[in-house]
Nanobody
Framework: QVQLVESGGGLVQAGGSARLSCAAS????????MGWYRQAPGKQRDLVAR???????TYADPVKGRFTISRDNAKNTVYLQMNSLKPEDTAVYYC?????????WGKGTLVTVSS
């Protein structure tokens, strides 16, 4: 099993910044992809960004140029730096880890962007 613990988030003003962190522990495999998804009220969970172990990144169109995903493999931690936040970025953000054909999820952290 893999455990994912998110931190960061909270209430941010529009135009501001926030940083999310997610630490993985447990049965860790070196070949993996880590990412962030988000789910706004009444909407489906969507990809925000993901990063491979080698640092290849993918971003959803709404966050390109504003969010940056990074990782520290030594710490099994992934980060999401969010800049120029908009009210429509308000959502619960979930950390995800893909390894060995399995998907693991964190419990989520709420990011609220006030206008």
């Amino acid at each position: 099993q893999v455990q994912l613990v998110e931190s960061g988030g909270g209430l941010v003003q529009a135009g501001g910044s926030a940083r999310l962190s997610c630490a993985a522990s447990g049965r860790i495999f070196s070949i993996n992809i880590m990412g962030w998804y988000r789910q706004a009220p009444g909407k489906q969970r969507d990809l925000v960004a993901r990063i491979s172990g080698g640092g290849i990144t993918t971003y959803a169109d709404p966050v390109k140029g504003r969010f940056t995903i990074s990782r520290d493999n030594a710490k099994n931690t992934v980060y999401l730096q969010m800049n120029s936040l908009k009210p429509e970025d308000t959502a619960v953000y979930y950390c995800n880890r893909e390894q060995d054909g399995m998907n693991y999820w964190g419990k989520g952290t709420l990011v609220t962007v006030s206008s």
